[in-house]
Structures are given as structure tokens and as C-alpha cells.
DNA sequence: AATTCGGGGGG
DNA sequence: CCCCCAGAATT
């Protein structure tokens, strides 16, 4: 083979043969999942929907304990539209990017109105749907040939093309050109089951990939090198001071407003300032509640994509009204911050029992 | 084009 | 600890 003819191989690969030989792969070897109800290309709109959104930047097995228990609490469009904003955040507690679930309320409002969008246009037009979502949902669902880009779509194809820094664009360009139009949906779908069980980030599976024949990155021997990793912006500590008032089961709760865990409730807390000591932050922050400080709980620290809080928590008393936990949405900071005084009365209630023999 | 936004699983 | 995950909105 000469050199000219293995560079024409690698910019363009015997597309019928690739897509014959991923689709039948498919067909043999792809995942059985919950939003895959229904005919291929024809899948329930709502379910393929909410298995978008909540299934953007989160992995298919967290996924799934989700999906179910939001089907269950909003089964229609009806449902999540006529739902208040806490009880959709509370079905998404702990899910993260809790935007998605602000947007997705707001789009079935408009769904609800207008029913739902059989385009890719369409689609984008509603909130929280992007170029991925649209063209997810527009293929899987009614059968428009669009090709999704997503993570696994630009793992495979870095690899399939041998490029180590695909951008965006340079993704789309190929995702389209190899979409079969006759099965737009299985495609998707297949090469999506693809990266997320054969073509994996760290150890591709290559020996069982029905793409093998046509990679770049395995005919180099290296798969696994590809794509690049990303540079992503380093860590920032924040550290904050939060007030307990009431217990682990009622407490003062304030709702989130920004976009950082916007839209949940939390334990009032205040940023220390650089070079502001702890002690004086906590009076800023109960000076603001009309509080009265009590001792230290203990810290909790959590790192969200880029910041790493580190939350100290104390004790107060103040005349504010409490609200049950159980029914609010907190972050997992949050929840941390009351297990230190739910493992402290737990602890109590151990010494207590102690004695009582 | 770069940043920002959660949280958890796996090497 | 470091990487990534069925991305979208904002700047």
C-alpha cells in the first residue's frame, strides 16, 4: 500500500462497510435501556427527553436510578409541568447541574401549551436543549437524521480518524458524514454503546470492536492515547462558614439563588474573606440571621468541578422558622454539613443506651 | 473560544 | 489524585 493510498484510507473510510458492520454489531451487542422503549426511530418523546437532559455529563448507570424514580414522580409532560420548582429539584437532589432541572421544568411548560416539537429545530428552541439534546431526541424519536456529538461520539471518532485534538466542529463534520440516514436512531444509539462499553477512555476494548478494521488509532497500537486529555482550570479553595439552627431533622434553611446549586436550600453561610478569620466571618453571618453563635460542629470540605469548599460549621440560635429536611433539595455539601450533628446525637444517644444498662 | 456548573466512579 | 461522563448557557 502506498502512502498516499494509507492517508485517502484514513480520511475516507469504506463508510457503507463501517456502517454495515456497527450497526450489525448493534444489533447484536447494544444496551437495553429504560428510554429505549418503543420502535426504533419511533421512541417516546417524553422518556427519550428526561433521559437527555439527566443523562448530560452523568453516566449511564447513575443515571438510571434517576430516570426511574423522576418518571414515577412526573409521569407525563402534565406532571413536570404543573409540578412546583422544589419538587422537581427534590427528585433531582444530588444529581448535579441543577440548571438542568430548572430548564426542564421550564420547557414542559411550554411543551404542555404547544405539545412536543417533531424537529430539530424545534427542539432547540426549548430550554436546555442543545445541538447534542436536539439531535438526540429529533433521531431517536422521530426518526430525523441528525448525528449526535457528544463524549462518546468524539472518543470514537478521534480515534477512528487518528486526531488527538478534535475540536467541536471538526467532530460534527464527521458524525454527520457517517450517520446512516436509513437508521439515523440505531446509529446514534450505536455508536454512543459504542464508547460507553468498547471504545472506553482508559482500556478500549479493540479486540472486540467491529470498528477495529477501520481505526487509525488502533492500526497505530496506541487507542488508549487518544483523544487528548482536556486542560481543565485548576481547583480553587473557597472557604465559608455555615450556621446549624434547629437539628438534623428541622432546621433554618435558606434557598440558593445564583448559579452555583441555584434553586436549592441550604445552611444560611457566608464566604470568608481572603485573609478574614473564621470567627469574624460567623459574626458577619449571624449578625445578618439575628443569630446567636454557638460552638463548632466541625468542617466539611467538597470539590464541585472546580472549586473546593470547605464549609466550617457551627451551631446558632436565633428566632427564624425551621423547616423539615427531609423535604428540601440540598447539595451533598449541605447534607454533609448536617451529618456532623446527626452523628453527634447519634453518638449521645450510644453513650445514653451505654449507661442505661 | 473559554468559563462555569455537581457529583461520583474508576484507574 | 486525576480522569471522564449521552452538554448547555453565559460571557
Redesign the pocket.
Known amino acids: 500500500m502506498t502512502a498516499k493510498s494509507v492517508a485517502a484510507f484514513q480520511d475516507v473510510p469504506d463508510v457503507p462497510a463501517l456502517r454495515s458492520a456497527l450497526l450489525a454489531w448493534f444489533d447484536v451487542s447494544g444496551?437495553d435501556?429504560p428510554?429505549?422503549r418503543g420502535q426504533e426511530g419511533a421512541r417516546e418523546p417524553y422518556r427519550v427527553w428526561i433521559?437527555?437532559?439527566l443523562?448530560?455529563?452523568?453516566?449511564?448507570?447513575?443515571?438510571l436510578v434517576y430516570y426511574d424514580r423522576f418518571l414515577t414522580t412526573f409521569p407525563d409532560v402534565h406532571a413536570l409541568a404543573a409540578a412546583p420548582e422544589s419538587d422537581v429539584l427534590k427528585a433531582w437532589?444530588?444529581?448535579?447541574?441543577?440548571?438542568?432541572a430548572r430548564?426542564l421544568r421550564r420547557a414542559a411548560q411550554i411543551v404542555a401549551q404547544n405539545g412536543f416539537p417533531d424537529t430539530h429545530a424545534g427542539w432547540l428552541a426549548?430550554?436546555?436543549?442543545?445541538?447534542?439534546?436536539?439531535a438526540?431526541v429529533s433521531s431517536l424519536a422521530f426518526g430525523e437524521a441528525r448525528a449526535?456529538n457528544?463524549?462518546?461520539v468524539?472518543?470514537v471518532l478521534s480515534r477512528l480518524y487518528g486526531e488527538r485534538q478534535p475540536?467541536?466542529?471538526w467532530v460534527q463534520v464527521r458524525a454527520d458524514a457517517l450517520l446512516d440516514s436509513r437508521r439515523p436512531g440505531a446509529w446514534n444509539?450505536a455508536i454512543?454503546?459504542l464508547?460507553?462499553t468498547v471504545c472506553t477512555?482508559?482500556?478500549p476494548r479493540c479486540g472486540v470492536c467491529p470498528l477495529a478494521p477501520f481505526c487509525a488509532a488502533y492500526a497505530s497500537g496506541q487507542a488508549e492515547t487518544y483523544?487528548?486529555?482536556?486542560v481543565?482550570?485548576a481547583?480553587q479553595d473557597v472557604p465559608a462558614v455555615a450556621v446549624l439552627i434547629g437539628d438534623a431533622h428541622d432546621a433554618v434553611l435558606e434557598l440558593r439563588t445564583?448559579?452555583?446549586?441555584?434553586g436549592?436550600l441550604g445552611l444560611p453561610s457566608e464566604p470568608v474573606g481572603a485573609g478574614e478569620a473564621v470567627p469574624d466571618a460567623l459574626n458577619r453571618l449571624c449578625a445578618r440571621l439575628e443569630a446567636r453563635p454557638g460552638l463548632l460542629l466541625g468542617q466539611v470540605t467538597?470539590?464541585?468541578?472546580?472549586?473546593r469548599v470547605t464549609l466550617h460549621v457551627y451551631r446558632a440560635d436565633a428566632a427564624l422558622p425551621r423547616q423539615p429536611v427531609a423535604q428540601a433539595a440540598l447539595?451533598?455539601?449541605d447534607h454533609r454539613a448536617l451529618d456532623l450533628l446527626r452523628d453527634r446525637q447519634e453518638s449521645l444517644f450510644a453513650w445514653d443506651a451505654l449507661f442505661a444498662e
Open positions: 444496551r435501556l428510554w429505549r433521559a437527555e437532559i443523562l448530560q455529563q452523568t453516566q449511564v448507570v447513575r443515571g437532589e444530588g444529581c448535579g447541574y441543577y440548571a438542568r430548564n426549548l430550554p436546555g436543549v442543545g445541538p447534542y439534546t436536539a438526540a449526535v457528544d463524549g462518546n468524539r472518543r475540536t467541536e466542529a444509539e454512543m454503546d464508547g460507553a477512555p482508559r482500556s483523544p487528548a486529555p482536556k481543565r482550570p481547583v445564583g448559579s452555583l446549586l441555584g436549592l467538597h470539590t464541585m468541578t472546580h472549586r447539595s451533598r455539601l
